[in-house]
């Protein structure tokens, strides 16, 4: 990300990356109504050094970068298992938690005239507590006994490991219609002209959202199970 320079504004940076929103709110940096400001500006204002402060969004930046560079379709199982849990399972999990503060204030502040951010709230907390419970139970239980298979397949192994297959997959079709209705209610993640930058940033945010989810959810039905599927 070394195309975002100290003469970007800070509602253009959080744009392009949504992710460095988190480290303005934790640096007291307004992106909202006062985002129209260069970042060189807005640290200056908060007294902080401003190639400090840019070093830090593009250190986001490319991060997000790196991770969309790789193809793990070719990994070896192993390899696949630890991407998708440090890429996907570590994501949400920062994540999820850091979103919610966000969509409760955009509930709380334009639920009234916008009545179906109510609903949004109300899926993201479906997805926030069944994605979790998913991918521990995965962490936990279905990628040992993936990798025990495939390392060493019996007739009581495969017994054993098809139906934690199976519900895995019924419930990324859950989640998927789940996300299926969020796009819906969102007009395709495309806020009101009106909208103010928190209401901007949360669409961004469940939009890039959406996007991992459907690539991790790839990865693991069309990649990992398959090969699962072929082995059994």
Do not use: W
Request: net charge negative.
């Amino acid at each position: 990300m070394s195309t975002i320079t100290l003469g970007h504004h800070v509602s253009d940076i959080v744009t392009a990356i949504p992710q460095s929103a988190d480290l303005f709110r934790s640096l007291q940096i307004d992106y909202c109504c006062g985002g129209k400001i260069p970042l060189q500006e807005a640290a200056v204002q908060r007294g902080l050094e401003p190639e400090e402060v840019l070093a830090r969004v593009r250190q986001i930046g490319d991060k997000q970068e790196y991770r969309q560079q790789l193809e793990p379709s070719s990994f070896g199982e192993k390899t696949l298992i630890a991407y998708i849990q440090e890429k996907y399972h570590a994501g949400l999990r920062e994540e999820l938690p850091l979103l919610a503060p966000y969509i409760t204030k955009v509930a709380r502040v334009h639920g009234e005239h916008h009545p179906h951010l109510l609903r949004v709230q109300e899926i993201f907390k479906l997805l926030r507590a069944e994605l979790i419970d998913h991918t521990d139970d995965e962490d936990e239980n279905v990628f040992p006994l993936i990798l025990d298979y495939m390392q060493e397949p019996t007739p009581a192994k495969k017994e054993h490991l098809k139906p934690h297959v199976t519900e895995l997959e019924n419930e990324h079709d859950n989640a998927g219609r789940l996300l299926h209705e969020l796009r819906e209610i969102t007009d395709n993640f495309t806020p009101p002209a009106e909208a103010c930058g928190t209401y901007r940033l949360v669409y961004a945010r469940l939009e890039q959202f959406e996007k991992e989810t459907f690539e991790h959810v790839h990865l693991e039905n069309n990649v990992l199970f398959d090969r699962v599927r072929a082995a059994i």
